[in-house]
């Protein structure tokens, strides 16, 4: 607002050049720098007959503001002085004011030619037909200019042009700069991607679609959706990357069954030396999204014969009803990693 209220104080000090006699074409224009859609709604100059107005009797002139944006009305007299003002739509309600401009007041400024001026600025204003009314204290001559910016609406448009979701669970598509419209959502495939009527996308199963967003007959943007199976994976660890000296933890998938019981397949990798006889008091735990304990697996005890160099993959299964959270989470997502501890014996 402050670099627009510049750019207004400078196109009405143009238009107050007019007092000297120079000409008005393009002034406004000029005064907000090349490319300024500043312009102009309210010109006294024009008139045949320099405005006049009696001490205590209320003087007015009407103008048309073509949207909405912000206002700046200039008020140019010989000197400094009292009076009242308001601002009413066509239909008589007031929508600015009454207000009292003193002459002590910081609004005047000196305008060229001598004279002054006084700047009534209004935020916001909306599109339609106003009244701007004075009285003045003291008879006098007068001059309004008033300089207006149309507020840039921008258009409706998506948050993202992409979303990947888990089977299973929810995301939204967003619409930016909605300003209050209704919006339609259709996906290309419902049976991988539903959406509803607020843009909330589930997804079905594995596969692809594509949401189309529509504000009535206008397409607003389409969004590509791809569903991803409910399960944490990385790649299994390499024998060369592990670390040498020890044995090596690597929890490289989990999933849950048809059943809902949590299936964990730990990598576990020799490098220590000798062979690993058997592995003691061994857990794995998972977290969800939130970092949130999902459920522990525990073992106490178990023959492994591990050889040095050698690589094997422990299955672990937490049944559903010794889970921590039961309902179903989203294990693509999960905060952290699943963290595993444990000993191992080993061979003389």
């Given at each position: 607002m402050k670099s627009f209220l510049k750019k207004a104080a400078?196109?009405?000090?143009?238009?107050?050049?007019?007092?000297?006699?120079?000409?008005?074409?393009n002034q406004v224009a000029k005064a907000a720098d090349s490319g300024s859609n500043v312009v102009s709604v309210l010109d006294t100059t024009k008139e045949s007959v320099t405005p006049s107005a009696t001490a205590g009797q209320p003087v007015s002139r009407t103008f048309t503001l073509p949207s909405n944006g912000n206002l700046s009305i200039g008020v140019l007299t010989a000197a400094k002085?009292?009076?009242?003002?308001?601002?009413?739509?066509?239909?008589?309600?007031?929508?600015?004011?009454?207000?009292?401009?003193?002459?002590?007041?910081?609004?005047?400024?000196?305008?060229?030619?001598?004279?002054?001026i006084y700047y009534i600025n209004i935020v916001d204003?909306?599109?339609?037909?106003?009244?701007?009314?004075?009285?003045?204290?003291?008879?006098?001559?007068?001059?309004?200019?008033?300089?207006?910016?149309?507020?840039?609406?921008?258009?409706?448009?998506?948050?993202t042009k992409s979303i990947i979701v888990t089977k299973g669970f929810k995301d939204k598509v967003n619409v930016l700069n909605a300003g209050g419209a209704k919006f339609t959502y259709v996906s290309s495939n419902p049976k991988t991607v539903s959406v509803d009527a607020s843009g909330n996308v589930t997804g079905k199963k594995k596969g692809t679609a594509t949401v189309t967003v529509k504000d009535g007959s206008t397409v607003v943007g389409t969004c590509k959706v791809t569903v991803k199976d409910n399960v944490y994976s990385v790649g299994k660890l390499a024998i060369g990357k592990a670390t040498p000296r020890q044995v090596t933890s690597n929890t490289y998938h989990v999933s849950y069954d048809k059943k809902g019981n949590l299936i964990i397949k730990v990598r576990l990798i020799n490098r220590f030396g000798r062979v690993a006889k058997q592995l003691k008091n061994f857990k794995v735990t998972v977290w969800n999204e939130k970092g949130k304990k999902i459920g522990i697996y525990s073992l106490k005890k178990k023959t492994i014969n591990l050889k040095n160099g050698k690589a094997k993959t422990l299955t672990c299964k937490i049944k559903k009803s010794k889970l921590k959270i039961k309902k179903v989470q989203d294990l693509r997502n999960m905060a952290k990693s699943p963290s595993s501890s444990g000993k191992f014996m080993w061979s003389r």
């Open positions: 400078a196109a009405l000090l143009v238009l107050a050049l007019c007092l000297t006699g120079m000409p008005i074409q002085c009292n009076f009242t003002y308001s601002i009413a739509r066509s239909n008589g309600t007031v929508v600015f004011g009454p207000k009292n401009a003193m002459a002590t007041d910081t609004s005047w400024d000196f305008a060229q030619g001598g004279t002054t204003a909306t599109t339609g037909t106003y009244q701007i009314s004075l009285t003045f204290a003291e008879s006098q001559q007068f001059h309004l200019l008033g300089a207006f910016q149309p507020v840039q609406t921008a258009k409706p448009s998506l948050d």
